[in-house]
């Protein structure tokens, strides 16, 4: 008795172990397929039962991802309903929110339109057309949602960015570029608030001093 259960055993063990590490051709064993193996299509694969022979089926027209509704008018494409530009940001605008701005403007703006938006983006010494400078008065007078719209809409020759940039991201680039606008046409007032004045800006003082003085 004891000798034949051994030998099971020793048989049983070198079963197991045995056959560990060795490359096999064969599917593995799988004792429980439970509802791993069913029929479906792939992606991109073909089906015959719909006209198109598409598998791939496109939403129901009129289909809006939860949390994508995009009813406000004003907020989403930068116009009330009359066509007009919005005025005025409609959301809060804050210090994060600036500084969203300019991490988003430095990525999708500052290659064309330059560190401090006066069209001298690196990629102008490529032969692409220059855009006009956001200092000029007839942009700094631009309503906030037609700022808005240029990312929204694109203008003239500059192409749409709104799959690039969800929509508050898109603000803060707005508000980022009034601050822009602002420091480009900073009043004495403006300095003063911050620790500077025109003396440190016009001596011989380094960056770093400014810097200093700044932060
Ligand atoms: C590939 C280069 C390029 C990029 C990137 C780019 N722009 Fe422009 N942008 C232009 C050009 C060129 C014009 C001028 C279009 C024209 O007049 O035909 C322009 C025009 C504009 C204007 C209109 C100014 C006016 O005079 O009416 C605004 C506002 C503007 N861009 C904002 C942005 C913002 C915001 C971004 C980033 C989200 C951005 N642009 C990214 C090239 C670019």
């Known amino acids: ?34 509802m791993d193996h069913q029929e479906k299509f792939l992606p991109q694969a073909l089906n015959p039962f719909f006209e198109d022979n598409r598998a791939d089926r496109l939403p129901v027209e009129g289909t809006i991802a939860r949390g994508q509704l995009a ?6 494409q930068g116009v009330y309903d009359n066509g007009d530009f919005v005025t005025k940001i409609p959301t809060a605008v804050n210090r994060e929110m600036l500084m969203r701005g300019k991490v988003r403007y430095d990525i999708y703006c500052q290659p064309c339109h330059g560190g401090t938006g006066a069209g001298d983006g690196i990629i102008i010494g490529y032969g692409y057309v220059p855009p006009p400078s956001f200092n000029e008065e007839r942009v700094i007078n631009m309503p906030d949602g037609e700022l808005y719209s240029s990312i929204y809409n694109g203008v003239r020759s500059m192409p749409s960015y709104r799959h690039q940039i969800p929509v508050e991201d898109r603000w803060a680039i707005v508000a980022y570029i009034r601050a822009l606008q602002r420091s480009q046409g900073a009043s004495e007032n403006d300095l003063n608030r911050i620790g500077l004045n025109r003396e440190v800006l016009t001596s011989t003082s380094t960056a770093s001093d400014v810097a200093a003085a700044t932060y």
């Open 1 to 34: 008795m004891y000798n034949k259960l051994h030998l099971l055993t020793v048989t049983v063990v070198v079963l197991l172990v045995g056959c560990q590490g060795m490359p096999s051709e064969k599917p593995p064993i799988h004792p429980n397929p439970n």
């Open 71 to 76: 009813i406000d008018v004003a907020y989403h």
